[in-house]
């Protein structure tokens, strides 16, 4: 399925382009990088150009995701926190 605005919640994020804009925790606001892992608490991000690794929780974020097709899709962490198979369940019984 290829990700859109729309459908984004429902998608596997591995991969996109991510950008913290708001979190209860002031230090992860700015973090940006490529999602290289997702629980359904988390996601984990490499930061470009560094080794290091952010675990940033979803439910206190809010973030900012670069689709393939260079559009940005804003998203309210507690929409995703749930496992990726969880979400594209809850796809399913939508329809």
């Known amino acids: 399925m290829r990700v859109t605005p729309s459908n ?45 690794r952010k675990m940033i929780p979803k439910r206190i974020s809010r973030f900012s995701f670069l689709l393939p097709e260079q559009e940005q899709v804003f998203v309210e962490g507690a929409d995703i926190s749930f496992s990726p198979e969880e979400r594209l369940k809850r796809l399913q019984r939508r329809h």
């Not at 596997?12 to 990088?33: F, Q």
Request: aromatic content about 2%.
């Open 8 to 52: 984004i919640i429902y998608n596997d994020l591995i991969g996109l382009r991510v950008n913290v804009l708001s979190s209860t925790d002031s230090t992860l606001v700015g973090v940006s990088g490529t999602v290289i892992d997702e629980t359904a608490n988390m996601l984990v991000v490499s930061q470009d150009g560094k080794s290091a």
